[in-house]
């Protein structure tokens, strides 16, 4: 019966012209006697006849064509519509089955077709195919393959190698050939996690046989003989090609009772080992930052992380010789001074990427006077900093990214703008929170970075504080590059708009903790002038968020920027629930991403609205208390581009109407 795929039915085979003629000329003489409930029971009678003999069949072909284009996002939006129409007929569940079926996922399968025996008529001729197809796909299912034993050896590997460590383990236990298998399966312990699971203490029992392959060891586990043991292996040397050990806060917990061990294994690893990144979290510090320069000569990366406050974390550099092999260091401690990181660059530097984080000002005039070899610096930074891989290879020594706090204390402006001065030529991303410079000390900031420009970056987001925002905003002006955008709290958003006037669109723009609203035909200019850009790419992402200054007028010149695809808007209380709605329809053809989260004007007809976006593949929706489950009763019709779909802090919607709303695509749903 599955077979239909190949060969569906020709609709025209059975079909009886002359019966319908006949029957329209019935209607049409019905209607002239002016017998007009005769007439619409007749109607509705051929319209089904239609839909059930010609229409379903033709989408039937359709759906079954795209899906052996390999369309399957398609071909399921098509036997779902065909569900739609007649959701008391087979035809469309044995359609949507079989493609379920045709691609390998039986179990979804046989689940329509079940929910098809349960919605189609007894007398229906179609419910004996759904049986039929119930029944052939059952069979498949239950067939067993041992793809171990009858695969060539690459392929198995290549698809153990997909299992989660704890499903390998298991694999041990299914056969002698699954466990021969298993072990000779190199890939599969590249990665290996010792942890509290019981499957842990499997792989240590195992470890003989495949230590030889580990990689990539972390230890997360405060079980004694577990760490013992790790230990042991390591400092026999046995794990010959690790090139990279963790070790998380419960592994380091009375750590200073492995000390010695601890040092041994390090150095029994220290040719191949490259990567070390380990959490003290508030236990004591055994081996400090130093006697890991000092035992681990051929390290590149260190990730060295401490919260206890009686902890000399860093340690005594003064017995290390310099480091020739880091290039990567990420620390994370109690209180980290400027003489602290003047003997860690003494000791190394060669370092490309700093981050530290827990640092008092008195680094960034360290780091400003250090060779010019750094090139990643984070600053007391919450945000994930970029690996030295975003790095495009430059023969121009300098910073080229800089991420400071995220709002907080403001760093002063006297501390960053060295930095940020020395460093302008090279800077192609810019994340500066920059506290406000005293009225006092303008003119004097004024007159030293007169010259100041960022003229190769790319992204830049700054707080817009009194005093500081000025001198940034001249930074960019001229600038025919920059891509993103972001402002914080600004103080004056006139002079940021008539700012970005002067430059080409960004593609990216933010906007954040804006409360004056007295600048709103500012920014709507700014959006008509993006809306008629020709000479160039224009604005394609906005985010606005916690803005006062926004309305409906705005949103309005947002909807002409014929460019835009991505737009968030979070808590922006002067938007009115008919300006959003006009803004939607808008843009529905064009958005392929919008969160819309905290907005209290945000009710069940905007989600009806959304259902006809054509491009839209991520959908989030958070803190909207007036939106409930009514808004997702009828399914999107967009299915086949929705990929991700987001619905949280909602308390009217459930979660059981948001999975059914979108069942006719392959889209991932999370309802926190």
């Known amino acids: 019966m599955l077979s239909s795929l190949d060969n569906p039915e020709n609709p025209f085979q059975h079909f009886d012209y002359s019966a319908l003629k006949e029957q329209n000329n019935l209607v049409c003489k019905l209607m002239k006697g002016k017998q007009y409930a005769e007439a619409t029971l007749l109607a509705k009678e051929s319209i089904g006849r239609t839909i059930s003999q010609i229409v379903l069949p033709l989408m039937s072909i359709q759906a079954s064509g795209l899906a052996q284009q390999g369309q399957l996002d398609a071909a399921h939006a098509c036997a779902e519509s065909m569900i739609n129409y007649a959701p008391d007929l087979a035809t469309g569940y044995v359609r949507k089955g079989a493609i379920y079926s045709f691609y390998g996922q039986q179990t979804r399968a046989i689940e329509v077709f079940n929910e098809g025996l349960k919605m189609c008529k007894v007398n229906d001729k179609q419910r004996e195919k759904l049986l039929e197809a119930k029944a052939e796909v059952t069979e498949i299912s239950q067939r067993k393959v041992d793809f171990v034993s009858q695969f060539p050896r690459e392929i198995s590997d290549a698809i153990l190698m997909l299992l989660s460590q704890e499903t390998r383990t298991e694999c041990l236990y299914v056969s002698r050939c699954w466990r021969d298998a298993m072990l000779q399966c190199k890939n599969a312990w590249r990665y290996v996690t010792l942890s509290g699971h019981p499957m842990s203490n499997v792989i240590m029992d195992i470890a003989p046989f495949v230590h030889k392959h580990f990689e990539h060891l972390t230890i997360d586990t405060k079980d004694v003989r577990m760490r013992a043991a790790c230990l042991k292996y390591l400092r026999s040397n046995q794990y010959c090609s690790i090139h990279s050990l963790t070790l998380t806060a419960s592994a380091t917990q009375n750590f200073e009772l ?115 070899e750094l090139q990643i610096l984070g600053y007391n930074t919450d945000r994930s900093v970029p690996p030295l ?284």
């Open 258 to 372: 492995f000390l010695t061990k601890f040092t041994l294994a390090l150095n029994a690893v220290k040719g191949t080992l490259s990567t070390v990144s380990i959490d003290y979290g508030y236990h004591p510090v055994a081996a400090t930052l130093a006697d890991l320069l000092m035992t681990c000569t051929n390290l590149t990366t260190l990730s060295f992380s401490a919260a206890n406050p009686r902890a000399a974390p860093l340690g005594d550099f003064s017995w290390v010789d310099e480091h020739t092999a880091l290039v990567d260091l990420q620390v994370d401690t109690v209180m980290i001074s400027g003489d602290d990181i003047k003997q860690v660059f003494e000791c190394c530097r060669r370092l490309r990427r700093l981050v530290v984080n827990n640092c008092d000002h008195s680094v960034l005039d360290v780091i400003n006077k250090m060779p010019k």
């Open 389 to 672: 891989s975003s790095i495009v290879d430059s023969e121009i020594p300098g910073l080229r990214k800089i991420y400071t706090n995220d709002g907080g204390a403001a760093i002063p402006a006297g501390a960053i703008m060295p930095i940020l001065y020395n460093n302008m030529v090279t800077l192609d991303t810019v994340f500066a929170d920059i506290a406000p410079i005293p009225e006092s000390a303008v003119r004097q900031f004024d007159e030293m970075y007169y010259d100041f420009r960022l003229a190769n970056v790319k992204s830049f987001t700054f707080w817009g504080a009194k005093g500081i925002q000025p001198i940034l905003l001249r930074a960019i002006s001229g600038h025919t590059g920059l891509d993103t955008l972001s402002i914080v709290h600004s103080h004056d958003i006139k002079a940021v708009t008539a700012a970005l006037k002067e430059i080409p669109p960004v593609q990216n723009l933010r906007i954040s903790h804006v409360r004056n609203s007295r600048h709103v035909l500012r920014l709507v200019e700014l959006f008509n002038k993006y809306a008629q850009y020709q000479e160039g790419p224009s604005l394609k992402s906005i985010t606005l968020l916690q803005c006062g200054t926004v309305n409906d007028d705005i949103l309005q010149a947002l909807a002409d920027i014929p460019t835009l695809e991505q737009v968030t808007l979070t808590n922006l209380y002067n938007i009115t629930t008919h300006g959003l709605q006009v803004f939607l329809n808008k843009v529905a053809g064009r958005l392929t991403h919008l969160t819309l989260s905290e907005m209290l004007m945000v009710t069940d007809t905007h989600i009806g609205i959304l259902r006809d976006f054509k491009k839209l593949t991520t959908l989030e929706l958070d803190l909207l208390p007036n939106l409930t489950s009514h808004a997702f009763e009828t399914p999107f019709v967009n299915g086949y581009t929705l990929k991700y779909l987001r619905v949280r802090r909602c308390p009217a919607v459930g979660s059981a109407q948001i999975h059914s709303c979108v069942r006719a695509c392959s889209c991932t749903v999370s309802t926190e």
